[in-house]
């Protein structure tokens, strides 16, 4: 995925997590697909935007064109035209290796050339568009609310954890 959320939800959250119980490292992917969901949720409402039809963008000049920019919008918003775009936003089913790592990815499905091309450009802007980094923008704007999810995904597995012993 060229612009893609990535949710890591071990490594930044938990020093030492070979030393936590089965439950605990169970609940950490638990954790990422609700940290998923909220990156997914951020992404989908960036990449929907409907109050600009394309004949407003050009009646307002263009506002995304590298030559004069003014977005309508202080986010990295996307408007809709097609729903081809937003329809290729995907969350990566979460995967985890014995050592702990757990990671999840929210962003445009590499399995679709198209629209990976197209998220590109609109990622990285090109030579007649401003880009609009929207999965970075959602990474730095929801990362506190994502690891409190995967935290508290955690903390419940530690307490089940301890109520075993």
């Known amino acids: 995925m060229a612009g ?3 949710v890591l939800g071990i490594e930044p959250t938990v020093l030492g997590f070979q ?3 089965a439950q605990a490292k169970q609940y950490a992917m638990v954790g990422v697909i609700e940290a998923q969901k909220i990156a997914y949720v951020a992404s989908l409402e960036l990449l929907s935007a409907a109050d600009h039809p394309p004949e407003v963008l050009a009646k307002m000049g263009h506002p995304y064109a590298r030559r004069d920019p003014n977005p309508p919008h202080d986010t990295p918003t996307v408007h809709v035209v097609t729903d081809e775009y937003r329809s ?3 969350a990566a089913p979460p995967r985890g290796l014995p050592e702990g790592i757990v990671e999840g990815r929210v962003g445009i499905d590499e399995e679709n050339p198209a629209m990976s091309e197209r998220d590109r450009w609109i990622q990285e802007g090109t030579t007649k568009m401003i880009e609009r980094p929207w999965a970075q923008y959602v990474f730095d704007h929801f990362k506190t609310e994502m690891t409190d999810a995967i935290i508290l995904a955690m903390q419940i597995g530690m307490r089940r954890d ?3 012993i």
């Open 4 to 6: 893609e959320v990535v």
């Open 19 to 21: 030393m936590l119980g």
């Open 88 to 90: 290729a936003l995907k």
């Open 162 to 164: 301890v109520w075993r």
